[in-house]
């Protein structure tokens, strides 16, 4: 569901995403993390609690049998969060953004990596599919956005019921799942507006597309935590890299050397820059 007319344009333009690591350029793979362990405590929730809300607003002064099938539709959109749960990785659609350097940069010298994501879709034999959306911050967009789509759902659904009185339960079931796969696809997009400031894009399969990929584990304040790599299975296998920028540090310019020398060994032949922000460590 695209999130707004003019989406596709900004598919063209670089991201940016912070690691403290240089184990993606090095082994050629992306890291998807689990949407439940991400640093946004509420990454798993924030929607939801915005579709409980838009679900009796709709529905304040509907007959009961309608109240019901809302009630019936929250639960459900809850199961299809936990059985959907989406994998993603994060971005940001700037480069050289203080606050990334300070979250990701406490302990080390952290790296900016710029991807031209057009050319992502054109790899082969990916190890899953994925989504490349926009983060919407904005409350009343949020908010927005839920209430059409409920209204699409509603307005559908009483098409379908015409004159009959009440789905038979199979019928019903298969509606419920539907309409919360809907939502739910929808409201992973969207984050609490606290985290704005990331200027956030990020790619997101969910967990039944990566049922069959081998869970990995790495370390991070939350104490070990899932993780799937996403690469190309055929050549070439380098990731499609634009650039990578040094974060703040003393040593920037050395540590810019030994970056560009990393690089080559990689097989990447792509500039480099270094952060000039004079943060005291």
């Given amino acids: 569901m695209p999130l707004s007319t003019t989406e596709s344009k900004f598919r063209i333009v670089y991201f940016i995403t912070q690691v403290r690591r240089v184990g993606i350029i ?10 439940t362990f991400m640093n946004d405590g509420s990454e798993t929730t924030w929607g939801i609690n915005l579709v409980i809300e ?18 019936a539709l929250k639960l459900e959109v809850g199961r299809a969060m936990e059985a959907l749960q989406p994998v993603i990785f994060c971005m940001s659609a700037r480069n050289n953004l203080l606050n990334q350097w300070r979250d990701y ?32 911050y904005d409350f009343s967009f949020q908010r927005s956005l839920i209430r059409n789509l409920l209204t699409l759902i509603y307005t559908k659904t009483i098409e379908l019921r015409g004159s009959r009185q009440y789905f038979d339960e199979e019928e019903g079931q298969r509606l419920l799942r539907g309409a919360a796969v809907e939502i739910v696809s929808l409201i992973t997009r969207f984050k609490n507006s606290s985290f704005e400031a990331e200027e956030e894009w990020r790619a997101i399969c969910y967990r039944p597309q990566v049922a069959n990929i081998t869970r990995k584990y790495r370390s991070s304040s939350l104490g070990v935590v899932p993780y799937y790599e996403w690469y190309a299975k055929d050549e070439p296998k380098q990731l499609p890299i ?15 050397l030994a970056l560009k020398q990393f690089l080559a060994d990689k097989g990447y032949n792509v500039p480099t820059h270094y952060s000039t922000i004079p943060i005291r460590r």
């Fill in 26 to 35: 090095g082994g050629h793979k992306i890291w998807f993390s689990d949407g």
């Fill in 54 to 71: 838009a679900i009796d607003e709709l529905l304040s002064g509907k007959p009961a049998d309608e109240r019901d099938a809302g009630d």
């Fill in 105 to 136: 940069g406490r302990d080390v010298v952290p790296y900016s990596i710029e991807f031209d994501v057009k050319e992502f879709g054109k790899w082969n034999g990916k190890t899953f599919p994925i989504l490349l959306t926009k983060i919407v």
């Fill in 242 to 256: 634009k650039s990578v920028t040094v974060g703040p540090s003393p040593y920037a310019q050395v540590s810019d």
